[in-house]
């Protein structure tokens, strides 16, 4: 199984709290007006890595305690992405991904493969990317309508649950 990035980011301090590997997955189906990566949008391009390759390359920095997944659409490759997230968790990384489909939408589909990305997942920050909402007052997202979401606890209820813990939604970082 691999994965298709166009890229990573092995001290992102933008894509969630601490020190985080981000990856940036090629392919989008949704071209958001104002996206910040838009060179990510075409599903050819990039290079393909294996979900193991990442694992050893997130550990390499001792510092890392949080990876994210974003785009492109991590959820255009969600068996993969799934595949990576079961083995940080085990390495004991919090998982955090972007989405441009909400939680209700991913919820209705009902994919197998993308519910099961959703359940390997600590955070989600769905919704697509509004540039008439955008601000750079918020934390870890682009745009108001965008959400921050605690998916063990959404998946729980069955519906969306906001984060609340302060290092995703406060002004300090734990």
Excluded at 94 to 108: D, K, M
Excluded at 159 to 174: F, L, Q, Y
Aim: contains cysteine; glycine residues 10%; charged residues 20%.
């Amino acid at each position: 199984m691999t994965l298709r990035l166009a890229g990573f980011a092995g001290d992102s301090i933008v894509d969630g709290p601490g020190i985080r590997f981000t990856t940036f997955c090629q392919g989008c189906p949704h071209h958001c007006p104002g996206c910040q990566n838009p060179e990510t949008w075409p599903f050819e391009g990039g290079f393909e890595v294996t979900p193991e390759d990442v694992v050893e390359h997130v550990k390499r920095n001792p510092l890392t305690r949080g990876v994210t997944f974003s785009g492109g659409e991590p959820f255009a490759q969600a068996a993969a992405h799934a595949e990576l997230a079961r083995q940080l968790k085990a390495a004991g990384y919090e998982v955090a991904s972007y989405t441009g489909y909400t939680f209700e939408q991913l919820l209705e589909e009902q994919d197998p493969a993308k519910l099961d990305l959703l359940q390997q997942l600590d955070i989600l920050v769905d919704g697509p990317f509004r540039q008439e909402e955008l601000s750079l007052e918020l934390r870890f997202r682009g745009s108001a309508n965008q959400r921050i979401l605690n998916v063990p606890q959404s998946l729980a209820q069955g519906k969306a649950v906001w984060e609340t813990r302060p290092r995703w939604v406060g002004d300090e970082i734990h």
